[in-house]
């Protein structure tokens, strides 16, 4: 077993073999432009791009032709959100979102607070939850878009797609869902999820970093955009650009797997999630779940360890490569907004790990990242005074702190 | 994040990890930060007649730096007197442990810890001394 092991595929995940294969002629023999018309080096390019094109539309339900390549989902979000702000201003200047979305929603939606657009930031339960009777409510004749994400990235949490689409479609007014993390690890289905906008990047399910896709919807209704991008009017004049065909074929090849491996890979995900979670529970009965336990990503677990600091945390656990709810490590001192979102407080959202697993982890790499996880959050507890402190009977939340 | 080689030292073999018996009239007792802002530092000194510590021990909540900066403190205070051990300065231990500028408030807080820990000391001395001077 080689270290450190990674447990952080929520944050990217290596290119699949069968995906780096599928590209390689793509840099040297069959490198045309998409674009050109005129010769057969542009044509194989455009039949490649198109094959991948259909890959993906078929991992969510979705027509070849409602597919846009992008640079991620973070140019997908932009392109939806002040793409369908912009191109619908006439019918109203109201936008829906919840405080738990990925920035790469949040910020868009700022960035529209400052154009004159009004945007309802929904908050969410203890578990992640919008209240749905809540959405019902906010949503006005004035409203363009609700955009809320198909499964969070820090905690796991799934929204209910399928109810959601149907209260925005039932209000008339347009559903775009981040599904950055859901894809290829829960099942996906545009026409059933009522779903009109959709984004997906490749980087998060064993395809190349730098290339994305944005589902639109072609029928009832058709969604029409502002491109954010000008230029040479490719992708239908929604998104101008030479396409990174490259990316684009291991994007295609990528989604072929999800949806081809989905079935027998994400009960494997999940047996191993569950063993790593029972493990640590078991040594560490205090440690709490963060998320709701069962509408929840396969392979992705948050758990928050009470009396140690997130940081330190990772800091003794460098055979492990796992994420951290306390942004102390990028340089903020702010601990996880999802986490707050939540309603943690914010020792425990200091003190909170993100693991996540994927198509290469092996129950050897669990039972040793449970392990030593165990072992360190033992250690530094004999270093904690909050721990102590709960050893003699104080009651933490009674305690007058000095701020600093 | 990179951390410097003394940091992770004092984070793998932190020394003075403990606690002396916060009772004892002899030893200080100093906890400043709060477990909201992400670290809690609880350090000690016990000191004998002549005003020298002779013993320091600490235990934190808080970041790899936070960690490292009250065990270093422990270390300087261990054999040195009240007197100097009230004059260390943060910067000290920023320059010791090289803390990048966003870990710095870890060091003031260990200048705030050895200072609450005197201060403690200091209200117990003076309240036997009250009370020694009562019983006469
Ligand atoms: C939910 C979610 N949305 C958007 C993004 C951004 O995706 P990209 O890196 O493709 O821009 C991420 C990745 O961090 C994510 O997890």
Not at chain 1, 314 to 322: Q, R
Request: aromatic content about 6%.
């Amino acid at each position: 077993m080689k270290t450190p092991i990674y447990l952080d595929y929520s944050a990217t995940t290596p290119c699949d073999p069968r995906v780096v294969q599928r590209m390689l002629p793509f840099f040297t023999e069959t490198f045309g432009n998409a674009a050109s018309r005129s010769h057969a080096f542009g044509w194989t390019a455009e039949a490649a791009v198109e094959e991948a094109r259909s890959q993906v539309a078929q991992l969510l339900g979705a027509h070849p032709k409602e597919i846009l390549w992008t640079s991620g989902s973070t140019e997908a979000n932009n392109l939806a959100i002040k793409g369908t702000a912009q191109m619908y201003r006439e019918k109203g200047n109201h936008l829906i979102t919840a405080i738990t979305e990925h920035k790469a929603v949040l910020d868009p939606m700022k960035h529209l607070e400052t154009q004159g657009y009004e945007v309802t930031w929904l908050p969410v339960d203890r578990k992640g939850h919008v209240d749905l009777d809540q959405l019902r409510d906010a949503i006005t004749d004035r409203t363009i878009l609700v955009s809320l994400m198909a499964a969070n990235n820090e905690i796991g949490t799934l929204h209910p797609l399928a109810e959601i689409g149907a209260i925005c479609k039932q209000k008339g007014t347009l559903f775009h869902t981040d599904a950055t993390q859901a894809a290829g690890k829960i099942p996906l289905d545009v026409e059933a999820q009522h779903v009109d906008l959709l984004s997906i990047s490749a980087h998060k399910m064993y395809g190349p970093k730098g290339v994305g896709a944005l589902y639109v919807r072609r029928k009832n209704p058709r969604v029409r955009l502002t491109s954010q991008m000008d230029g040479g009017g490719h992708e239908r004049g929604m998104r101008s650009g030479t396409l990174n065909v490259t990316g684009i074929v291991g994007m295609g090849e990528a989604a072929r797997i999800c949806r081809e491996e989905m079935a027998t890979e994400v009960p494997k995900l999940m047996a191993l999630r569950d063993r790593l979670e029972q493990r640590i529970m078991k040594a560490l009965p205090d440690a709490v779940l963060n998320g709701d336990p069962q509408a929840r990503l396969p392979h992705l677990t948050n758990i928050s360890f009470p009396y140690v600091e997130g940081e330190s945390l990772i800091m003794g656990i460098k055979e492990i490569a796992v994420s951290s709810g306390s942004a102390c490590t990028s340089a903020s001192l702010e601990p996880s907004y999802v986490l707050k979102g939540l309603g943690l407080g914010d020792e425990l959202a200091h003190s909170s790990i993100r693991f996540s697993l994927g198509r290469f982890t092996t129950e050897q790499e669990v039972d040793f990242a449970a392990d030593r996880l165990i072992a360190e959050v033992t250690r530094l507890r004999e270093m904690s005074p909050l721990w102590e402190m709960v050893q003699e009977g104080v009651d933490l939340s009674q305690v007058k702190w000095t701020m600093h | 994040m990179a951390y410097s080689d003394k940091v992770l030292d004092h984070y793998q073999n932190p020394r003075n990890v403990g606690s002396l018996d916060k009772d004892d009239p002899n030893v200080g007792t100093g906890v400043v930060g709060a477990p909201e802002c992400g670290d809690v530092m609880k350090l000690q000194i016990k000191v004998d007649d002549h005003g020298s510590i002779v013993d320091a021990k600490f235990k934190t909540y808080g970041c790899g730096s936070a960690i490292a900066s009250s065990s270093l403190a422990t270390e300087w205070l261990k054999g040195t007197t009240v007197d100097a051990a009230a004059e260390i300065k943060n910067t000290q231990i920023v320059e010791e442990l090289s803390l990048p500028p966003v870990k710095i408030h870890c060091s003031v807080l260990a200048e705030d810890a050895i200072k609450a820990a005197i201060e403690d000391w200091r209200k117990k001395q003076a309240a036997a001394k009250g009370a020694a001077a009562e019983t006469k």
